[in-house]
């Protein structure tokens, strides 16, 4: 098993930055895509960027690409995702995951408890 846990989510004005954390541990070497998504209230969970394990290819979605940068420290077993210029469609539950099979925007097996993103205009 793979164990993910998030941290750096809090309460932010529009225009401001924050940094997300998402240790992992367990079978890391299970590996393959590690994914960034978030869910706002009422609305579904959306993709938002994804990294391959070997940190070497990235993938973001239109509405945070020039935004947001997800980023890999190997010997941490973490993935960061960098949020710059946050705007208050920002604001959501941000979930890191992670998937032992290919470059994927939808398919994960492993999936952290998520962290708060509050953004105040």
């Known amino acids: 098993q793979v164990q993910l846990v998030e941290s750096g989510g809090g309460l932010v004005q529009a225009g401001g930055s924050l940094r997300l954390s998402c240790t992992t541990s367990?079978?890391?070497?299970?590996?393959?895509?590690m994914g960034w998504f978030r869910q706002a209230p009422g609305k579904e969970r959306e993709f938002v960027a994804a990294?391959?394990?070997?940190?070497?290819?990235?993938d973001y979605s239109d509405s945070v690409s020039g935004r947001f940068t997800i980023s890999r420290d190997g010997p941490a077993n973490t993935v960061y995702l960098q949020i710059n210029s946050l705007k208050p469609d920002d604001a959501a539950v941000y979930y890191c995951?992670?998937?032992?099979?290919?470059?994927?925007?939808?398919?994960?097996?492993?999936w952290g408890q998520g962290t708060q993103v509050t953004v105040s205009s």
């Open positions: 995951a992670a998937n032992p099979f290919g470059p994927t925007r939808t398919t994960y097996d492993y």
């Open positions: 367990g079978r890391t070497f299970r590996i393959y895509t």
């Open positions: 990294i391959l394990w070997s940190g070497n290819k990235t």
